[in-house]
């Protein structure tokens, strides 16, 4: 059965600083992976995926995160933090392979940037 | 495009109401989903649908009932509510069953007393 484990329920970091928020992942089949961040009270929106390709995945407002399967990881990073990069960022994997749909979502890592 | 769109923004029922949340896209996406968030839990699936007409439940599906009469709704309706279903609910869509990335509304604040 697929599963995300999110390391670290909250994170702070300075602005400016790296970012780099873990997540681990545990799958039968090849995952599809993704990140998705959610502002305070609005939806979630996604930020990257991974889907079989590239293993290097480049997603939006310059996160970044890498698949590596010896270590079942797909850790979210970004070089520089930004004030506006406070928010909470949730790993998810497909259920089932490709023909699913269906996401199990972690449980979610609160960013904090101090100026 | 308006999206994804849920009503109500906010809820509150006393314990044993019924209601019916709306959720509505104009994407034409095949597949829809309701989830519930609630803190340190992530997001759960309650019930998805691939298409008019067809639904299945999610991992916590008790309590909750969906239908899909139409490609653009998907309504969820709580038979009798319990303080456990206070959440923020989530209904979410993508283009298919395969394409993965799936468009979030803005949520459903519920609370149970």
């Known amino acids: 059965a697929q599963s995300v484990t999110q390391l670290g329920s909250h994170v702070s970091v300075s602005e400016g600083a790296l970012v780099l928020l873990r997540c681990n992942y545990s799958?039968?089949?090849?995952?599809?992976l993704f990140w998705y961040v959610q502002y305070p009270n609005q939806g979630l929106q996604l930020l990257l995926k991974?889907?079989?390709?590239?293993?290097l995945v480049k997603g939006i407002n310059g996160f970044e995160a890498e698949f590596k399967k010896s270590e079942t990881s797909f850790h979210l990073t970004k070089p520089s933090a930004h004030m506006s990069d406070a928010a909470e960022y949730f790993c998810?994997?497909?259920?089932?392979?490709?023909?699913?749909?269906?996401?199990?979502f972690g449980k979610g890592t609160k960013l904090s940037v101090k100026p | 495009n308006a999206g994804v769109t849920q009503t109500p923004k906010f809820q509150v029922l006393k314990t044993g109401q019924s209601m019916t949340l709306q959720c509505a896209q104009d994407?034409?996406?095949?597949?829809m989903s309701w989830y519930r968030q609630d803190p340190g839990m992530g997001l759960r699936l309650i019930h998805y649908?691939?298409?008019?007409?067809?639904?299945d439940q999610g991992e916590v599906p008790n309590g909750y009932n969906v239908s899909r009469s139409t490609t653009e709704d998907f309504p969820l309706r709580l038979l009798s509510a319990a303080p456990s279903q206070t959440s923020v609910y989530f209904c979410?869509?993508?283009?298919?069953?395969?394409?993965?990335?799936?468009?979030f509304g803005p949520g459903t604040r519920l609370t149970v007393t």
């Open positions: 991974y889907t079989s390709a590239a293993t």
């Open positions: 649908s691939v298409g008019a007409g067809i639904t």
């Open positions: 799958s039968s089949v090849p995952p599809y």
């Open positions: 998810a994997v497909s259920v089932g392979g490709g023909s699913q749909g269906n996401l199990i």
């Open positions: 979410a869509s993508s283009r298919d069953r395969s394409s993965y990335e799936q468009y």
């Open positions: 994407m034409n996406h095949e597949y």
